[in-house]
């Protein structure tokens, strides 16, 4: 656990899988998880940016799983 007031690392950025680019903190983004793929924000869920799970835009994850078909 590290006190984000003692500990001033540089701000974490998610990065999308599908297109490698930012996730911004108000963009629909899906998340998945091993209970299947849940949609949110990083507005809405910001400990999602130290997550480990892969994470995409809303619009590449429909992408991702048209190419995957
Ligand atoms: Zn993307």
């Known amino acids: 656990m590290s006190d984000p007031e003692t500990d001033p690392g540089p701000p974490h950025r998610l990065h999308c899988r ?33 997550t480990d799970q892969p994470c995409f835009h809303r619009a590449c994850y429909d992408q991702a799983r048209d190419h995957g078909r």
Request: with cysteine.
């Open 18 to 50: 599908h297109c490698q680019d930012v996730i911004g903190a108000y963009e629909p983004m899906v998340l998945e998880t091993h209970q299947g793929s849940s949609e949110t924000s990083l507005a809405a869920e910001p400990s999602l940016y130290e």
